[in-house]
């Protein structure tokens, strides 16, 4: 059988792909305290959201994939909600000023792959905020985020929080298409000022 190899990861026909369904799994975290726990950034430090202050924005996907690099199971693109974590961050990217002037204290990207992995993805795409590692699942854990589970690793479900002084005010999930995500905050942010 060919190895699946992951092609222009920001070219996807969004008609071909599953959307993933409201199953529910996200319902409880609206209006949930952050739990203290620290992960490592992408910037070599480690942050601990319920330290940060004001309001800022945490979006979370499954993994990224590597231009060139075998997927990791070869149906990825038929698992309801597992393509477009590359256009979800490119995205946020895009719009990161935007978000910031809308009330966004900060902006952070979040993953169960290790920092090593998601910085080559940071600076392959030129991501200009940390993107979190939750390898070893607390944070996942403790705020018992929506996940499943692939080729024996265990992924968080793409979703967006708005997080003000530790407390989540604000879900999107499901999240379709990806490439959308970011829009979709800043209209809420817009929406919703502090």
């Known amino acids: 059988m060919a190895v699946m190899t992951e092609k222009n990861l920001l070219e996807v026909d969004w008609t071909k792909i599953p959307a993933p369904t ?3 799994a996200a319902r409880h ?8 726990v620290a992960l490592a950034a992408t910037n070599g430090t480690h942050v601990t959201l319920a330290a940060q202050r004001g309001r800022i924005v945490v979006f979370a996907y499954p993994r990224t994939g590597e231009p060139g690099k075998a ?3 070869d149906d990825w693109d038929m698992i309801p909600g597992a393509r477009g974590c590359t256009p ?4 946020f990217r895009d719009l990161h000023a935007e978000l910031k002037v809308a009330g966004a204290a900060a902006v952070f990207g979040l993953s169960t792959q290790d920092s090593a992995y998601q910085r ?5 795409l030129h991501v200009p905020f940390p993107v979190l590692s ?3 699942l607390a944070l996942t854990k403790a705020l018992r985020l929506p996940t499943m589970n692939v080729a024996g690793q265990t992924l968080i479900k793409r979703l967006a929080m708005i997080i003000d002084d530790a407390r989540i005010t604000h879900v999107l999930y499901p999240v379709f298409p990806p490439d959308r995500n970011a829009g979709d905050v800043l209209a809420w942010l817009k929406a919703n000022p502090i």
């Open 134 to 136: 939750d390898d070893k």
């Open 29 to 36: 975290l609206t209006g949930a305290l952050v739990p203290a």
């Open 71 to 73: 997927s990791l199971v």
């Open 22 to 24: 409201d199953d529910g």
């Open 120 to 124: 080559e993805m940071v600076e392959r």
């Open 88 to 91: 979800q961050t490119c995205s």
